[in-house]
């Protein structure tokens, strides 16, 4: 499972601006790689507007729903240019909407079909599948992060891996972007992990999905099943190279 995070693939601080150039060198180092699956976060696309619009608490007002349209209008632009990157980059895409397979309560997934993901999967397709405004049983429609998606499709279908691509180099002692004494933490286990997912600071920029906390907490029942995951630099390929291979590279390693 490789999630391409919000913050790598869109200029979070700007509305609707994505990486196409981290987009195409990911895309480029996956290429000659099968059988996994592509989870991305919304970045400017979703945590902007959600905020403009109110989308996180419950839905009542007629100008949240339009709000609802207009962000997944932008969440539908991102879609179509990360799909097209990606297939013209050598990559057998098959786009998924999560709000179309999940539902939601109080923002959590409470239920799923796969059926259509896991027969792309079959196929030799890539399943892609990006955070999402989904109908909510309590709330009429939440917010469900591409963090979210990534450990809960990794789940349900056994990855052996889930790769974090982000905008730093994986998880530091604090904000690498607020904090130039901050040191990388290479190697985490279940308890450092739990430890860490109470500290680690949100996100500096407008985000409806939690940052770096947000990311850790989703990240526990996934390590906890037994599932590596590494944290990386999605600008620096050649990272994502050695962590696809299972080899050494700069960035944070949990495992159990
Ligand atoms: P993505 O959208 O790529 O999934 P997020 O924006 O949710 O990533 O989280 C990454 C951001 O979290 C980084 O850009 C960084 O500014 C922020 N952050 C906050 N605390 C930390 C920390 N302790 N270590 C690393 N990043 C942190």
């Known amino acids: 499972m490789i999630k391409l995070g919000g913050a790598a ?5 700007r509305l609707c601006v994505i990486n196409r150039k981290t987009i195409a060198s990911t895309a480029r180092i996956l290429a000659n790689h099968r059988d996994y ?3 991305h ?3 400017s696309f979703g945590h902007i507007p959600v905020k403009r619009y109110n989308l996180r608490g419950p839905i009542r007002s007629r100008r949240q729903l339009i709000g609802y349209a207009r962000t997944k209008a932008a969440l539908l632009e991102l879609e179509r240019e990360t799909v097209s990157i990606l297939a013209h980059n050598g990559i057998p ?3 998924v909407f999560a709000s179309s397979c999940l539902i ?3 923002g959590r997934i409470v239920s799923q079909n796969f059926e259509p993901i896991a027969s792309m999967l079959k196929l030799g397709l890539v399943p892609c599948i990006g955070g999402d405004l989904v109908q909510d049983i309590s709330l009429g429609a939440s917010v469900v992060s591409g963090d979210q998606i990534a450990v809960n499709l990794a789940l349900a279908f056994d990855a052996r891996r889930i790769i974090f691509g982000t905008d730093v180099d994986g998880l530091f002692t604090a904000n690498p972007k607020l904090n130039h004494k901050a040191k990388l933490i290479p190697n985490l286990n279940i308890m450092g992990l739990r430890k860490w997912a109470k500290k680690a600071g949100p996100a500096n920029m ?7 906390r947000g990311k850790l907490t989703e990240i526990l029942p996934a390590v906890k099943a037994g599932i590596d995951v590494a944290i990386i630099n999605l600008n620096k390929p050649q990272r994502l190279q050695r962590a696809i291979a299972g080899k050494p590279v700069k ?5 159990r």
């Open 37 to 39: 699956m592509l989870v």
């Open 9 to 13: 693939i869109t200029d979070k601080a």
């Open 251 to 255: 960035g944070t390693t949990i495992s």
């Open 206 to 212: 407008p985000d409806a999905s939690g940052g770096m």
């Open 41 to 43: 976060g919304a970045g």
């Open 104 to 106: 939601a309560d109080k």
């Open 93 to 95: 895409v098959a786009p």
